[in-house]
């Protein structure tokens, strides 16, 4: 589903990721984790399609990142999605129309997003909040409407870049819980993190960056 091989980024001039190589399988859910500057979000804009390999290959889906055209980058967009930790929502619209965006810029039909988004809503538990404008939620919920905006043309690949970074604890765990959910559900989930809370002593992926370099990668991480 997504593969690095020997892949290097540089930002002027400065090695951002060294000799990355690692294949992440369909439906899996992986923790990426390191300190900041690691490399951990250039990692994630790799797979996204938002930046490309200096060096090396990066292969997601049937996709390969380093020859990708610019007119193939939206058929990319439908098979990953991006969850940020600024949640970066229409703060002016209302719960429903910011989940519906990502259907009617495709172009779907007003009668077949309504039942869709309003599907979404109940499985993330916030079909009561479909009409409230977005500032007025707190900063868990509105990570919620963020999720949802990504799940909801059904992708195969979710990423988050630190999605709980501005949540407090009881928030951050329900987020986390969600995207196990998304997981179970078929879809792969990336999830940049520096919390080891999230994955200590579970049974997890983690892939661990440390200067640009993939330092261990491992089921678990211990205490």
């Known amino acids: ?13 400065v090695a951002v990721l060294q000799n990355v190589s690692f294949s992440i399988d369909k439906g899996e859910l992986v923790f990426i984790t390191g300190p900041s500057g690691a490399g951990k979000t250039t990692l994630l804009k790799l797979v996204f399609g938002s930046e490309f390999p200096d060096e090396g290959e990066v292969k997601v889906a049937n996709f390969e990142l380093s020859s990708i055209r610019q007119r193939e980058i939206p058929l990319l967009r439908r098979v990953v999605t991006f969850v940020f930790q600024d949640f970066r929502l229409r703060q002016d619209l209302t719960v429903f129309d910011n989940i519906a965006l990502p259907l009617r810029i495709l172009g779907e039909k007003e ?15 916030l079909r009561h909040k479909a009409d409230s404008i977005v500032k007025t939620l707190s900063g868990g919920e509105q990570q919620k409407v963020a999720i949802a905006r990504a799940i909801i043309t059904n992708p ?28 179970t559900m078929g879809c792969t989930v990336v999830i940049a993190t520096h919390n080891s809370e999230f994955f200590k002593n579970k049974q997890n992926r983690v892939l661990t960056l440390r200067e640009g370099r993939i330092y261990e990668d491992s089921p678990t991480i211990s205490n």
Not at 1 to 13: A, D, E, H, L, P
Not at 111 to 125: A, C, F, H, T
């Open 1 to 13: 589903m997504i593969t690095f091989q020997g892949v290097y980024k540089y930002y002027s001039g």
């Open 111 to 125: 009668r077949d997003i309504k039942p869709r988004v309003l599907e979404v809503l109940k499985n993330l538990s």
């Open 156 to 183: 195969q690949i979710v990423l988050a870049d630190e999605p709980t970074g501005n949540l407090d604890p009881h928030a951050s765990q329900d987020i986390i819980n969600l995207f196990r959910r998304i997981n």
